[in-house]
């Protein structure tokens, strides 16, 4: 493909809200060999926000996932979905999913030149690639070999800037409005909490947030703590407000989208968080993320750059993948406050971070 040429490339990302924004680097670098590249983007609906903060989206194809998957509303939404990836001749489809489901889709849309890597989470997804891309052994995180797969595809060494979202106006201000709503001014220092996550082996006990944001309130008084999440999320929140009583606690749980929860993060001067997608949020907009690892590997998964903070146990059973503690001990969980809060106390004082914490 001319660099001068106008191109059409489909992306097949249904899911989930952090590796969606684990693409957005590899979007950056087509961008910048195909200024005007028109994106389509095949999407679950619950993340189609997401998409409003990347670059030369011209079309978002819902994946209806739920729909798909009964017999009885399969076939209207299978033809909506064929009819509407048949709209165009693309020029290039990519699937970062690698799912054989999400390979198979792409492959519905008839293009040519079907990318996906060539060690894919489901082998079978493969079969539909026209173009399987190995990348380097060097590439753990999952944005890294995003990268490396567009960087292969399109022949190029372009690397990419900071990764900083830029601010999208109509939910800066819904969000805006949420916090002064809460009492939250302008002048307000603010630390962002997140306890919830999809696995409860992601999950820290509450009691474990309410410890830290109750030594961070003695020594910082002059901190707000926000706490942030879904409406599943509203019971931890009451239970860490409970138990960290007068240390200026705010919750928004179950009161923001997407986009305002882009907006608030924005808001906070760090996050400290369990192992979930608004890490990697935090990360593309520049915040610096002290969080909680357990059963996954931060390496691949993790918030992207050198600039946070990990914590995770030293354990034989550290990162089995598990979403329930098979031991029902949650072992993994037991980390020592007192470690977390010399590099709390350490970025707090002197402003950034310098190097990951294990």
């Not at 903060?53 to 017999?71: A, D, T």
């Not at 493969?126 to 944005?143: D, E, G, N, T």
């Not at 400290?272 to 996954?296: E, L, R």
Request: charged share 20%.
């Amino acid at each position: 493909m001319e660099s001068s040429k106008k191109i059409k490339v489909l992306i097949v990302k249904p899911s989930s809200l952090g590796d969606i924004f684990h693409v957005f680097p590899a979007i950056t670098i087509l961008t910048s060999v195909y200024p005007d590249v028109e994106i389509d983007w095949i999407v679950h609906p619950a993340f189609a926000d997401t998409l409003k903060y990347c670059p030369n989206i011209r079309r978002i194809i819902f994946f209806q996932r739920k729909e798909l998957g009964s017999v009885k509303t399969f076939l209207p939404h299978f033809f909506k979905l064929l009819s509407e990836l048949r709209q165009e001749r693309y020029d290039l489809v990519v699937d970062f999913q690698g799912l054989f489901r999400s390979a198979f889709f792409a492959w519905l849309a008839r293009c040519r030149q079907i990318a996906g890597f060539a060690s894919p989470k489901e082998s079978a997804a493969k079969f539909f690639y026209s173009r399987k891309i190995v990348v380097p052994a060097s590439a753990l995180h999952a944005v890294d070999k995003n990268i490396s797969m567009m960087q292969q595809l399109l022949n190029t060494a372009n690397t990419i800037p900071a990764p900083v979202l830029t601010t999208v106006k109509e939910f800066s201000e819904k969000a805006e409005k949420l916090l002064s709503d809460s009492g939250i001014v302008s002048s307000d220092r603010i630390i962002g909490i997140i306890p919830g996550a999809r696995w409860q082996s992601k999950c820290w006990p509450p009691a474990f947030f309410a410890e830290i944001i109750s030594a961070v309130n003695r020594l910082h008084p002059e901190f707000k703590f926000l706490i942030i999440g879904s409406g599943s999320d509203s019971k931890a929140s009451s239970e860490i407000i409970k138990s960290a009583a007068n240390a200026g606690i705010i919750s928004l749980t179950g009161k923001t989208g997407i986009g305002e929860l882009v907006e608030t993060i924005r808001r906070c001067e760090f996050i400290i968080s369990n192992d979930s997608g608004p890490v990697h949020i935090a990360a593309a907009i520049d915040k610096t993320v002290f969080a909680f690892f357990g059963p996954t590997d931060p390496g691949k998964t993790g918030p992207y750059g050198n600039k946070h903070y990990i914590f995770q146990a030293d354990l034989p059973c550290i990162k089995c993948l598990k979403r329930k503690c098979s031991l029902g001990t949650f072992e993994c969980h037991k980390l020592e406050i007192d470690k977390i809060m010399d590099k709390l106390n350490h970025f707090i004082n002197n402003g950034a971070a310098n190097e990951n914490a294990r």
